[in-house]
């Protein structure tokens, strides 16, 4: 065999190798995806805690947040994603849009629902 088709070979190895290693990977996180009873892998705080965890303590004592909140208190930057995680896990978590004082809207999530402030 010649040296150019050894390294094809060793090529299409490698690529079927790094195909396999995906797939067994995306398998694993749809096999770990976050259920009501089950802890979630995604993303820590500062303090450690995921930034689901933080996020829903957060909403459950009763504070609204906002994107920008979230990306402040617990480094966050997708908020509608954790939302969305908690949502599926069951926790009733609503949405509402709010104008801030410089004029721009912006979605104010609020644990169990709207309120009339």
């Known amino acids: 065999m ?3 088709t050894e390294l094809y070979i060793q090529r299409k190895q490698t690529a079927v190798n790094f195909g396999l290693f ?4 995306t398998l694993k996180a749809l096999e770990t995806k976050a259920t ?7 993303p820590r705080t500062r303090e450690g805690r995921t930034q689901n965890a933080a996020i829903l303590t957060f909403l459950q004592a009763g504070n ?3 994107s ?3 990306l402040d208190r617990f480094g966050c930057n997708r908020l509608a ?7 599926e896990a069951g926790h009733p978590i609503e ?7 410089n004029g721009k809207r912006v979605a ?3 644990y169990g629902g709207p309120t009339n402030d």
Do not use: F, G, I
């Open 2 to 4: 010649s040296d150019e």
């Open 22 to 25: 995906a797939l067994e990977a």
């Open 36 to 42: 009501p009873d089950a802890p979630t892998t995604h």
């Open 64 to 66: 609204p947040l906002t």
């Open 68 to 70: 920008l909140e979230a």
């Open 81 to 87: 994603a954790r939302v969305a995680d908690l949502r």
């Open 95 to 101: 949405a509402q849009m709010v104008t801030l004082p």
């Open 108 to 110: 104010q999530y609020r």
